[in-house]
């Protein structure tokens, strides 16, 4: 159960070695978090994070799962599920892909969609439902600001957060009253290895901000949070902005 | 909230929290307005099974089931019995302690026990096993419980007394609803001869002051409180208006109450509003607010008239007003720890007013006697407790703290005020804790009475 200032005492990461899903994880744990279910496609990297989080002293558990086999869902999730309450669940999984290639190869393209917005939906969906069965819960979902407006050098991947985004509105609306509570992550530009080589945005910020500015929504049980927050400001701006201006903005 | 009985429809799941207003988790509230409908919730309940619910006056999430049902107790609000001569009543468990003093007061009768707000139910009463100002004198609920019908997680309905049964009896006394529902209780009253109080007010300077004059001149008492200004610091740490007093007797009335000196006058004022602004208590209005509080207390008055209702509940006559706090909430710390542990009390005290938690008078109290409940709070010493706005920066790991603190100097905190407190802690605060767990497993082999509180601490 989640204690009085909203802190889990049970995680579940989709995305399970997401730099941002196991910062978030180190923040929790140093609060209330016990046990956590890291969901990814197995790989060493999906083990040594596990490892990395027991060293802290949590009880880590590693769950095979693909956002790409929507189809699998249910069974690899409703297992965690089986296995007591989980009191948060991090939707951490996501691709950033390769705007120039994708453009070219609208398969890989597809890809990125698939992962982002499809396999999300899908995921989401299953975890909302057994977060209402059991009658409490936060879903957290990593979308972005490049959902916010799209963008020349990134629009692929910004259209499928778009939409990831306003399902997340849409399913919040839906949970609400039922003691389930979601919340929208909208973080900017962050260091981590998918950002790695790209040259950093202004408000860049490390994944450890996230986690702290997670720990705090969970708090208040925000619906949407900005990391850092002064981008609520700025994207309010950069959302109305003409066209013609906006296309020749340097970011 | 209240919804009409319906165990087999599968009636809406609605959010439900205590009195502080955080973690919310959706049940199913059922009414059941007999036993019989309160044994069919029981026997029938899903797999995220059942707790009962009162007023719902628990600061935490001890009367909350997430995924599963709370039986909202209220329902069953019949007083079954009063004897006027020996003084006992036998009643549901839901019925309030409000009505109770209605009905009791005017025969001549008060509650054995009660506690800072009358809008608390029997079953309540017995699930948080609670005390009031005249712990020091009268131990805590329980104690002047004469039997409970308790219905176990096995469906059975059980007549409870310390005598036959003394494990379940003490365990249900402060077991958080955990052993099962009570359905009704016959409770031992107090005489009265008035429904006033005669009340001395003191100021205490500091805390070393206020722990003196409690020490040395409750016994003196039946009621003993202190209200203490904890962001009060440096020499005035700990300074405190002490009001302690007793029943008014009949010759202590000026003759114009005389003719009615049983009748109970409770004032109420309008609701607070529903929409406040966040942070409406900050450090500076809670801070001038004490101030003003401490100034206006007398130096020393004695024997002072005042209705029951000011001694005993000044906060109902301000219905709704926990939200004050706003959207986050507010959580209530109540620790206690033994005599001998004053240096961490005065410990904690400091650490309090340098945090600069912005806290409403905090309330002291010196425990008598232990209680023989299992899981009863009261130990002899020391017992604080503070509101504190949950939205406070930082709050959650400083309670974490304090918790070490109490628990190292081998006192505890009070469940039915917590909503944060760590389950390996627990065990460290309540060394009963695993025969408790234990006897839950003997009466509930299915596991079908259980709360957000219990799996938040793994009872
Ligand atoms: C302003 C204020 C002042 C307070 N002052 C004091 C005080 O001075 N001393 C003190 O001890 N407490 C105090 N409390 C706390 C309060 O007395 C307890 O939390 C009490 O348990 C509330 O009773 P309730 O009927 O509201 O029960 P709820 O809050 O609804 O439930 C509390 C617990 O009792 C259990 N319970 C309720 N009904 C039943 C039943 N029929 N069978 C089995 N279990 C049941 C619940 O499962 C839960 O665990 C105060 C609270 C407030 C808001
Ligand atoms: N970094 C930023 O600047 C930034 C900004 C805004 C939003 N975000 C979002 O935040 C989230 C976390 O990002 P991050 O920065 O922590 O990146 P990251 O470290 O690269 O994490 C991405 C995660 O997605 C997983 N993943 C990719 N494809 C998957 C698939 N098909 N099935 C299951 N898991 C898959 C990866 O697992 P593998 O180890 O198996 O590859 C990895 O765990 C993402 O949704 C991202 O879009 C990031």
């Known amino acids: 159960m ?20 196991l910062a978030t994880a180190r923040r929790l744990i140093t609060r209330r978090t016990r046990t956590v279910f890291l969901a990814g496609r ?28 929507p189809g699998s869902h249910e069974t690899a999730l409703g297992k965690v599920f089986a296995e007591g309450d989980v009191d948060m669940v991090l939707l951490a999984f996501g691709v950033l892909g390769d705007q120039a290639r994708d ?18 939906v899908s995921a989401s969906l299953v975890c909302a439902a057994a977060l209402q069965a059991q009658g409490h819960g936060s879903l957290v979902v990593l979308s972005s600001v490049a959902g916010e407006r799209a963008r020349r050098v990134n629009f692929i991947y910004g259209s499928s957060k778009a939409g990831l985004d306003a399902f997340c509105q849409g399913l919040a609306d839906a949970m609400h009253g039922s003691g389930v509570h979601v919340m929208t992550v909208r973080p900017g530009f962050v260091h981590t290895r998918m950002t790695a080589g790209l040259p950093p945005a202004p408000l860049a910020a490390t ?21 850092p927050g002064a981008l609520r400001v700025v994207m309010a701006g950069i959302r109305h902005l003409p066209r013609p201006l906006f296309r020749r903005l340097p970011v | 909230m209240p919804v009409p009985f319906a165990a087999d429809s599968a009636a809406e799941a609605v959010s439900v929290t205590g009195w502080g207003r955080t973690a919310p988790s959706s049940a199913q509230v059922l009414r059941p307005g007999s036993y019989e409908e309160a044994v069919r919730a029981v026997r029938e309940c899903g797999g995220r099974g059942t707790i009962a619910r009162g007023l719902g006056r628990a600061y935490g999430d001890a009367a ?32 309030s302690l409000h009505r109770l003093m209605q009905v009791l007061l005017p025969l001549g009768w008060f509650v054995p026990v009660s506690p800072g707000t009358r809008y608390v139910t029997v079953g309540g009463a017995i699930g948080a096993d609670i005390h009031g100002k005249n712990h020091h004198v009268s131990g805590s609920f329980c104690r002047h419980v004469r039997a409970i019908e308790l219905l176990t997680g096995d469906g ?14 003490w365990a249900t006394a402060g077991g958080m609803g955990l052993t099962g529902i009570v359905l009704a209780a016959t409770v031992e009253l107090m005489p009265v001869e008035t429904s006033m109080m005669t009340v001395d007010t003191e100021r205490a300077t500091d805390l070393d002051d206020l722990m003196a004059r409690l020490t040395a001149e409750d016994h003196r008492y039946r009621y003993s409180v202190a209200w203490i200004d904890l962001l009060a610091r440096g020499a005035k740490t700990g300074r405190a208006v002490l009001t302690r007093g007793d029943h008014a007797p009949l010759d202590a009335l000026p003759p114009r109450l005389r003719d009615e000196p049983l009748a109970f006058r409770p004032g109420r004022l309008p609701a607070a509003p529903r929409f406040l602004p966040d942070g409406l208590l900050g450090r500076r209005s809670v801070g001038l607010f004490n101030e003003f509080w401490y100034r206006k207390a007398p130096r020393e008055q004695r024997g002072r008239l005042q209705r029951l209702s000011s001694f005993f509940h000044p906060l109902d006559g301000l219905p709704e007003w926990n939200r004050i706090y706003g959207r986050g909430g ?22 309090i007013g340098s945090r600069r938690c912005p806290s409403f008078l905090a309330v002291l109290k010196r425990f008598g006697d232990a209680d023989p409940g299992w899981l009863s709070f009261p130990v002899p010493g020391w017992t604080l407790a ?67 509180l219990a799996r938040r601490l793994g009872v």
């Open chain 2, 64 to 95: 909350q089931n997430a995924g599963g049902a709370v039986l909202d107790m209220t329902g069953l609000d019949r007083i079954h019995e009063i004897d006027a001569v020996n003084g006992l009543v036998v009643c549901d468990a839901g019925v």
């Open chain 2, 156 to 169: 059975e309905t059980r007549l409870v007394t310390p005598e036959d049964e003394p494990d379940l009896f």
């Open chain 2, 386 to 452: 503070l509101d504190i706005p949950a939205a406070m920066p930082g709050l959650a790991a400083f309670l974490d703290e304090l918790d070490d603190e109490v628990a190292a100097a081998g006192g505890r905190v009070y469940l039915a005020k917590d909503a944060r407190l760590r389950p390996d802690v627990l065990a460290r605060m309540y060394p009963r804790l695993d025969a408790f767990r234990d006897l839950r497993t003997r009466y509930d082999p299915r596991g079908a009475i259980t709360s957000d």
């Open chain 1, 207 to 227: 994944p450890d901000e996230v986690a702290t500015a997670i720990e705090l929504g969970l708090r208040r049980r925000s619906g949407t949070i900005w990391v």
């Open chain 1, 42 to 69: 197995p790989s060493e990297g999906l083990e040594s994070a596990a490892e990395s989080l027991r060293s802290i002293g949590a009880q880590v558990h590693t769950v095979a799962f693909d956002a790409l086999d």
């Open chain 2, 330 to 351: 507010f959580v209530q710390y109540q620790f206690v720890v033994g005599h001998g542990e004053e240096e961490a009390l005065r410990r904690i005290v400091r650490r």
């Open chain 1, 2 to 21: 989640k204690d009085a200032f909203g802190a889990p005492q049970s995680l579940l990461i989709l995305g399970g070695t997401s730099e941002i899903g």
């Open chain 1, 103 to 120: 453009e070219q190869e609208p398969l890989a393209a597809v890809q990125v969609a698939q992962v982002n917005y499809t396999g999300a």
